[in-house]
């Protein structure tokens, strides 16, 4: 039934996103739908896509590191990440949980950029 859910939501954003390109949140969530279906290559178009749409979208940069951490690209993943703090993102609590960061745990760099964000009092 999830599986069946998820399939009618993609093609619905699908429909939307051919009529409108440009649609920002239809393309964040076309690009989150995808990465959960195990879809990397489209939730990482769909993410490269939304930073050329909202460039200064500190969280649309995090999802595109996200995605290339999953591709375990991960000098292109730590790039990104960066800009995205540079942006403004800085939930330091769900970066050292989420499991799309896996691949860059283990890295000096990933470390260095958590501990540069600070903690929720």
């Known amino acids: ?37 195990g879809r990397i290559d489209d939730g990482l178009k769909m993410d490269r896509k939304l930073v050329r749409l909202e460039p200064e979208n500190p969280y649309a940069h995090y999802n595109l590191a996200c995605s290339l951490a999953l591709k375990n690209r991960q000098r292109e993943a730590l790039r990104k990440l960066r800009e995205a703090i540079n942006r403004g993102y800085n939930d330091r609590e769900w970066l050292l949980r989420d499991p799309d960061m896996e691949s860059l745990r283990h890295l000096p760099e990933f470390r260095k950029l958590a501990a540069a964000l600070k903690p929720e009092p």
């Open 1 to 37: 039934m999830e599986r069946e859910k998820a399939t009618f939501e993609i093609e619905f954003f699908e429909r939307v996103l051919r009529r409108c390109p440009d649609y920002a949140e239809v393309v964040e969530v076309l690009g989150g739908l995808y990465t959960r279906q």
